[in-house]
């Protein structure tokens, strides 16, 4: 049952692609308690994805951006906080690919392009979100950067690939700036 936790609180939530998505039901849940946040996605997820109706749903406006790049990203972040009108509560990094799995290449066959593509979308993309925050000066004192992990950070899984050292360096770069974040805006 809502409860108005959310309310005046404003965001950006990646990764929601179809109602499949972890992020999709963020995006309902925190809807439901009020907050009002804008939504993003790869450019090429828009026209795979069915966002436009979430958008709708929650009142949302979108921004499409490539989360590897740190132009798309900053254009993400000024626009949201025009949309917006302010700086910004909460941020979702809900994103993750890997070309390896997609393939079903096993762990001793990895292709290394591949293998750099997942870091770049799955573990680097949250540094460069967190640095352009720091950059445009864009969140709230006491507000809340959250990305996705997966046990496999932690222990080996082969079956996940590539996708256990990004989780692993997901972990370590959320450890890292949340530090930096923390002393400098207390955010975390
Ligand atoms: N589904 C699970 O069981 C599970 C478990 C643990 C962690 N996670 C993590 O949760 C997150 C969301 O996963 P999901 O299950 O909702 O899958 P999903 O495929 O619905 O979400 C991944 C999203 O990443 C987006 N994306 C890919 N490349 C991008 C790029 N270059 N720029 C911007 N966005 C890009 C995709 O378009 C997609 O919307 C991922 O980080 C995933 O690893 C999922």
């Known amino acids: 049952m809502p409860n108005n936790l959310l309310a005046g609180k404003v965001g950006i939530i990646s990764g929601a692609l179809n109602e499949h998505s972890i992020a999709w039901k963020v995006a309902q849940r925190a809807h439901a308690e009020g907050a009002r946040f804008v939504l993003t996605n790869a450019p090429l997820a828009m026209r795979m994805g ?16 490539d989360a590897t790049s740190t132009e798309e990203l900053g254009a993400l972040f000024s626009g949201a906080q025009e949309q917006l009108g302010g700086k910004i509560d909460f941020v979702l990094h809900s994103i993750g ?3 390896n799995i997609r393939k079903k290449k096993h762990y001793g066959e990895l292709d290394y392009k591949f293998f750099q593509q997942t870091i770049d979308v799955s573990a680097m ?19 809340s950067i959250v990305a996705l992990s997966y046990i496999a950070a932690q222990r080996a899984f082969l079956d996940y690939t590539d996708m256990t050292q990004a989780k692993a360096m997901l972990e370590s770069i959320a450890r890292s700036y949340g530090q930096r974040f923390g002393k400098l805006k207390r955010c975390a």
Do not use: R
């Open 50 to 65: 069915e966002i436009n109706k979430l958008s709708e749903e929650c009142n949302a406006p979108i921004i499409p951006a």
């Open 97 to 99: 690919m890997s070309a």
């Open 125 to 143: 993309s949250f540094h460069k979100m967190m640095a352009v925050a720091e950059k445009q000066d864009a969140m709230n004192e006491w507000g």
